[in-house]
């Protein structure tokens, strides 16, 4: 018993103690260590999440009881066994490569492009993506007008809609032309009703709006045009309306409709409303978060370097 007490205390000594003090002496080891542990598990987070779907998830799991009942078996020392799945796992990385051959060199091609900070779950930055998602949108608008076909697109901003949301058939995938157009197909599950996008995907489809009731608002204008101004009375969100008797389009913002727009002109009116007065300067919301990060990593390179200077 003596003896397990004093290994317990060398180890704490020479290990966890020495730690301890290393740390209160050097702070900024400290920091370094957080930061470090920090990317570790964000890299182990996104790494999962990718291969969790995929066929890789099943050797993931089969490699991890493999290296417990390696452990395990060198503790009890059931030294055949351990032997065995020891060489296993040697021989097992050739084969992991061999097998995963299509899927490790993918993912060494994307290094050094644009598609490697999607790799991580690093997308783009909000302010490009919502612009690509309102040429899609526009896109669409202009496709469904030719076929003089009924569509009601809300665009969500800061005001969160997600009791609309709510009303619909969730979707949340990726905003495209064909998406969109194939959803407003008449006689089709979801074409009746608005689609609403939400942090740059679509969210619901066939999704209900509060009607505007104003008795100003023309008599000649549809339940979709009328839904449209709803919305956008009761929120900040912005509706795009395709007319399916003239094939005209609208844009309904702040209670009021714009009506019969060109494409060049429905362009513009989003680009205006969705990037323009949220984002003055063209910067994502999360810019000034960006900033303090790259001057508290600045701040610790600096640290490092006057403590080697030391």
């Not at 959803?183 to 939400?198: Q, R």
């Not at 509060?210 to 045009?225: N, S, V």
């Not at 839904?227 to 008797?245: F, H, L, R, T, W």
């Not at 790259?294 to 030391?310: A, R, V």
């Amino acid at each position: 018993m003596s003896n397990i007490f004093e290994i317990f205390t060398e180890f704490y000594n020479e290990k966890i103690l020495s730690y301890i003090q290393l740390y209160q002496q050097y702070p900024i080891k400290l920091i370094m260590l957080i930061v470090d542990i920090f990317l570790v598990v964000f890299l182990a987070y996104h790494i999962l999440k990718i291969v969790k779907d995929s066929r890789a998830w099943q050797l993931i799991k089969g490699i991890a009881l493999l290296i417990i009942a390696t452990w395990i078996s060198g503790i009890l020392n059931l030294n055949i066994l351990n032997y065995i799945l020891s060489a296993i796992m040697n021989w097992g990385v050739i084969l992991i490569i061999i097998i995963f051959q299509p899927e490790i060199r993918r993912a060494l091609e994307q290094l050094g492009t644009n598609r490697f900070t999607q790799f991580f779950g690093m997308d783009k930055d909000i302010t490009t993506k919502t612009k690509e998602d309102i040429y899609k949108i526009t896109i669409a608008a202009t496709e469904l007008a030719k076929t003089k076909t009924g569509a009601l697109i809300v665009i969500e901003r800061d005001i969160k809609i997600k009791d609309i949301i709510s009303t619909g058939v969730l979707i949340n995938g990726e905003v495209s032309p064909q998406m969109l157009v194939n959803i407003f197909v008449p006689n089709t599950p979801l074409h009746d009703g608005a689609v609403v996008i939400s942090e740059n995907k679509i969210a619901a489809a066939a999704c209900m709006l509060p009607l505007a009731g104003d008795k100003d608002i023309a008599k000649e204008l549809g339940t979709r045009h009328r839904a449209a101004i709803g919305i956008s009375k009761e929120s900040d969100a912005i509706a795009v309306v395709v007319s399916e008797e003239t094939g005209k389009i609208s844009v309904a913002k702040d209670g009021t409709l714009i009506a019969d727009v060109r494409e060049d002109v429905l362009k513009k009116i989003l680009i205006n409303n969705v990037i323009t007065k949220r984002f003055p300067e063209g910067k994502p919301k999360n810019a000034s978060f960006i900033e303090k990060c790259k001057k508290i990593l600045k701040k610790i390179n600096n640290d490092n370097e006057q403590e080697i200077k030391k």
